[in-house]
């Protein structure tokens, strides 16, 4: 037995000695396509490119720890074979080689149970070295134990906890990325290796080609942040621009926040030589990729380093002449406002952009344009009522009217803003949708036109029972201005104060629809339809606009009581920039007119879903804005709310013709109609 024993040690041993020999030869081989850590588990995996549970055609090589069964994960390794065999997705330190039976329970019990499930496919839980170590403080790689990770199918996001990887793939489904399409091998023909050794992806909007990291739509995790939500928002801020370009040429315009350049890019490539854009950011990585941007689209760099040159040391001969020249610079926002002035400054911060508008409105041009993006939606939209005051110094609730609220409130903080530089502001254009709120404003210079445009910030009066609202005017009492009854007959206080708020109009119609025909000059279909609301909202009009051809809508401007002229052949209206012109010398400011405060569209709307009658089915929405129009009121419908209606009447008006048109929701056969009291509901607050 003793001789039996020996006998069965050393095979055991000599079949140790063949493994590690086999090993010491598969080591080369390995260490050309991968190096590190990962490097040691080459040898056990050598033979997963050739099993389909690991790749699929056509795409490229997913990890290892993803498959579609059990027997793929134990197929990584051969466990039928005699001697101790190392664990395929942990390192060596952490589990050291052992025999078959106690391999396959360590791949059921630690790897197989804890997987994640998506769309047919297992992510089991990796604990080889692949996530990236944080540099400690003094510059060197931390050397700890690695955290054990889960490696996404969709994308090369490597993620810690289980809970984090679900909630990561609910968002690609969101988003319709669905399609599993590691990026961890080889790279497409058409990109270029990014620095990190991820693999770029080419994006084209509105003729301009950018790039982008596969992590670009995590902000936090991604320096070149970018939104494919935001297009609309990007293509009115366009808009805008031409209608500016069309005044004065050429314009000095600024994309502070550039992250990929695509904005600043989109207004080089169209406009052309009518403006001299400026992208500015301060993060290193987006800086370099804006200048790869610029190259990608034939557009040369101005300052700092320049794209790659040609044979005989021209800039741009490799691949074209350059079309126009950007500006491209690595510095923080509020400094490049302060050092220069800018005809045209658009402001699209992560978050709040109230840091950066004192900067903004420091050096910009008499009768320039500054527009804003906010996407600080949860202190906008009444989530986070003590961020709102801290931010922009306004008290709000959440009421049926929250997002009109918001760009009320933006409006009234950008006025704040103009004015502590002695200048006054006209509201060109207020959006606010689900995501974002873009404010567009032309600057006024002097202390006049400020005090005008302070005196429109004012509070408003609010029933949080019945949701009529008024702006409250100076020396009145707060429950008196309100034309509902709801003091009288309910205890207690049923009004508060919001804001301050902007009480002015939120739209210019002849700048709105000079937008509407650069949109069309462009071919931006999919804000077109935005704009022909947005003329009808602001004339407070169901009626269609008024063909983009036509000479006479474009003809005069009106802003803030100042007649603007623009040239119907596109020639400069205007000479030099920021400076006034002389009464004798033909100029964009004609003469100054009283503001007609009855062309101003009404302050808010009301939704037809909240104030509807119960037990009552109310009319269609377009049937209902004809009987309100019939009745001899002011309508139309917003943008804000697909069931709101805009209109003069108070709410008690409204109630009466909706309660007019409204029929029974039951009602028996034969039966005579049954009389509808027009006395207005009360229905409970939000």
């Known amino acids: 037995m003793a001789a039996i024993k020996e006998t069965d040690s050393a095979q055991l041993h000599q079949e140790d000695v063949s493994l590690k020999r086999g090993a010491d030869e598969d080591a080369p081989a390995a260490a050309d396509g991968a190096s590190g850590p990962a490097v040691k588990n080459d040898a056990a995996t050598s033979d997963v490119d050739t099993k389909p549970s690991t790749t699929t055609p056509g795409t490229q090589e997913r990890h290892i720890s993803i498959q579609t069964k059990l027997e793929g994960l134990e197929m990584l390794v051969d466990l039928n074979g005699a001697g101790r065999k190392s664990c395929p997705l942990c390192p060596e330190d952490k589990f050291k080689a052992c025999y078959s039976h106690k391999l396959r329970r360590h791949l059921q019990n630690l790897h197989w149970k804890v997987y994640v499930e998506f769309e047919g496919q297992k992510m089991c839980i990796c604990h080889l070295p692949c996530r990236h170590l944080k540099p400690s403080l003094t510059g060197d790689q931390v050397s700890g134990r690695h955290v054990a990770h889960y490696h996404c199918v969709v994308c090369s996001a490597t993620i810690a906890r289980k809970t984090d990887m679900v909630s990561h793939l609910k968002r690609h489904v969101n988003k319709g990325e669905t399609e599993a399409s590691y990026c961890g091998g080889s790279e497409p023909p058409h990109e270029e290796p990014a620095p990190s050794g991820q693999s770029y992806e080419i994006m084209k909007e509105l003729g301009t080609n950018v790039q982008l990291l596969p992590n670009h739509t995590v902000p936090q995790k991604s320096d ?14 366009f808009s805008s621009l031409a209608v ?293 909202e602001s004339e407070c009009t169901t009626l269609k606009t008024p063909p983009h051809g036509s000479t006479s809508a474009f003809a005069n401007q009106v802003e803030c009581g100042v007649v603007i002229k623009t040239s119907e052949s596109g020639e400069d209206a205007a000479g030099q920039f920021g400076k006034r012109k002389k009464a004798d010398e033909p100029g964009p400011v004609v003469k100054k007119l009283k503001p007609d405060a009855s062309l101003e569209h009404p302050s808010f709307y009301y939704s037809i879903h909240r104030h509807s009658i119960r037990g009552m089915n109310m009319p269609k929405l377009n049937k209902f804005l004809q009987y309100l129009t019939e009745a001899g009121y002011r309508v139309s419908r917003t943008h804000f709310d697909p069931t709101g209606v805009r209109t003069d009447a108070t709410l008690q008006q409204f109630k009466s013709v909706l309660t007019k048109y409204s029929v029974p929701t039951y009602t028996k056969a034969g039966a005579a109609p049954t009389s509808v009291s027009t006395e207005p509901t009360t229905t409970g607050p939000l």
């Open 244 to 536: 500016l370009a069309e005044e004065r040429s050429p314009l000095e315009c600024l994309d502070a926040f550039g992250a990929t350049g695509i904005m600043g890019l989109q207004w080089a490539k169209h406009l052309r030589s009518a403006v001299r854009v400026t992208i500015t950011d301060i993060s290193d990585t987006c800086v370099k990729m804006i200048k790869e941007n610029c190259e990608l689209n034939n557009i040369r760099v101005d300052g700092g380093s320049r794209g790659p040159r040609g044979a005989d040391g021209n800039p741009g001969e490799g691949k074209g002449l350059s079309i126009t020249t950007v500006e491209v610079a690595k510095m923080d926002a509020n400094v490049i406002m302060h050092l220069r002035p800018f005809d045209y400054i658009h402001l699209d911060p992560y978050g709040t952009a109230v840091n950066y508008l004192d900067a903004a409105f420091r050096n910009v041009r008499n009768l320039g344009i500054v527009s804003v993006t906010s996407t600080d939606t949860g202190s906008l939209y009444s989530k986070s009522p003590n961020v709102t005051l801290r931010h922009y110094s306004c008290h709000i609730v959440r009421t049926e009217y929250y997002r009109e609220l918001a760009a009320r409130m933006v409006v009234a903080t950008v006025a704040r803003a103009a004015a502590r530089c002695n200048k006054g502001i006209e509201v060109l254009l207020a959006v606010a949708l689900e995501h974002f709120v873009l404010v567009v404003v032309r600057v006024l210079r002097g202390p006049s036109q400020a005090d005008e445009s302070v005196r429109k910030l004012r509070k408003l009066v609010h029933c949080q029972w019945c949701e009529e609202r008024v702006f409250l005017k100076q020396g009145t009492m707060m429950d008196d201005t309100l034309p509902c009854s709801c003091h009288e007959s309910l205890p207690g206080k049923t009004a508060v104060h919001l804001g301050p708020l902007w009480c002015g109009a939120l739209f210019n119609t002849g700048f709105l629809r000079r937008m509407l025909s650069a949109a069309v000059q462009h071919s931006m279909d999919d804000v077109q339809p935005l704009l022909k609301m947005l003329i009808c």
């Open 224 to 237: 070149s942040y970018f939104n494919r939500r935001m297009k609309t928002n990007r293509q009115l801020v």
